[in-house]
């Protein structure tokens, strides 16, 4: 039996083409996930709630600085989140080991919470408020509002640090 290379050449050409345009998909630079809610934050600290649902009737709300380009530590806090009282209803607060809280429902939609770290606070949750939820999960609609931050290292008022005219950053998983 005898080859045709004029028959074979064309396959051969088509496999390495394919391998070329392979090869390409494997080398194009790995971007930024376009969805990601902290790519690009400006220095300063910036409100993050975390928001996650446990099963239909319970919500949780995360409460986090995310520190950029500072490394300032946190040693007390005092803030306010309101929520859509249609959606949810406040059940309690509970502070993470480090930091003596206390929370206050000002008014229904309206929740108070205070706390303070002897050992200071850097990057990790401040208080996480718990919720009865009303409605199926969806977009939650809060807003927090930081009236006081201490420094850890000075007792500072770390307040207009807090990124002026950031957005409260919702998200469903942590600050990194």
């Known amino acids: 039996m005898k080859l045709n290379l004029f028959r074979i050449r064309p396959a051969f050409a088509l496999a390495a083409l394919a391998l070329v345009a392979a090869c390409q998909d ?16 400006k220095a300063g600290l910036h409100p993050v709630l975390v928001v996650t649902e446990a099963g239909p009737v319970t919500t949780y709300a995360e409460v986090r600085l995310r520190r950029v380009q500072t490394s300032a530590s946190i040693a007390s806090f005092q803030a306010q989140l309101a929520y859509d009282t249609a959606q949810l209803s406040v059940l309690g607060a509970d502070f993470p080991a480090g930091v003596d809280g206390a929370w206050h429902e000002v008014s229904p939609g309206q929740v108070r919470f205070a706390g303070a770290a002897a050992g200071g606070l850097d990057d990790v949750t401040m208080a996480t408020l718990r919720f009865a939820s009303r409605k199926p999960a969806g977009q939650r609609t809060f807003s927090l509002d930081f009236q006081e931050l201490v420094g850890a290292n000075d007792f500072s008022d770390l307040a207009p640090m807090v990124a002026a005219g ?11």
């Open 26 to 41: 494997v080398v194009q630079p790995k971007q930024a996930n376009p969805g990601d809610p902290f790519a690009g934050l």
């Open 166 to 176: 950031a957005p409260l950053i919702v998200s469903a998983y942590p600050a990194r």
